[in-house]
């Protein structure tokens, strides 16, 4: 069983700054990509920024240049610092993680629980 668990969300106001931690444990044989989705209300999830074993990253336009992604491969640990927050950053984010509980099987994604992050003065 693979659980992801998040931490970091909260209340912020604009400008501000947060930082999302997100770590993956369990029976884990090996990981490929890590990432962060979100969801605000009556929207379709969307992929805020995503990173590869080997530091690859990719970021949605919106938040270029203000969310920086890494990981710690030792910790299958995930990180997302959120800078210069804007209140249409408001949304409920995702981690997800593409991986393997075993070296013959397919790879799969596996999500937490989401965490709320509410940009208001």
């Known amino acids: 069983q693979v659980q992801l668990v998040e931490s970091g969300g909260g209340l912020v106001q604009p400008g501000g700054s947060l930082r999302l931690s997100c770590a993956a444990s369990?029976?884990?044989?090996?990981?490929?990509?890590m990432g962060w989705y979100r969801q605000a209300p009556g929207k379709q999830r969307e992929l805020v920024a995503r990173?590869?074993?080997?530091?690859?990253?990719n970021y949605a336009d919106s938040v270029k240049g203000r969310f920086t992604i890494s990981r710690d491969n030792a910790k299958n640990t995930v990180y997302l610092v959120m800078n210069s927050l804007k209140p249409e950053d408001t949304a409920v984010y995702y981690c997800?993680?593409?991986?393997?509980?075993?070296?013959?099987?397919?790879?799969?994604?596996?999500w937490g629980q989401g965490t709320q992050v509410t940009v208001s003065s």
């Open positions: 997800y993680a593409s991986l393997r509980t075993g070296r013959y099987d397919s790879w799969d994604d596996y």
């Open positions: 369990g029976t884990i044989f090996s990981i490929n990509a």
């Open positions: 990173i590869t074993t080997l530091g690859i990253k």
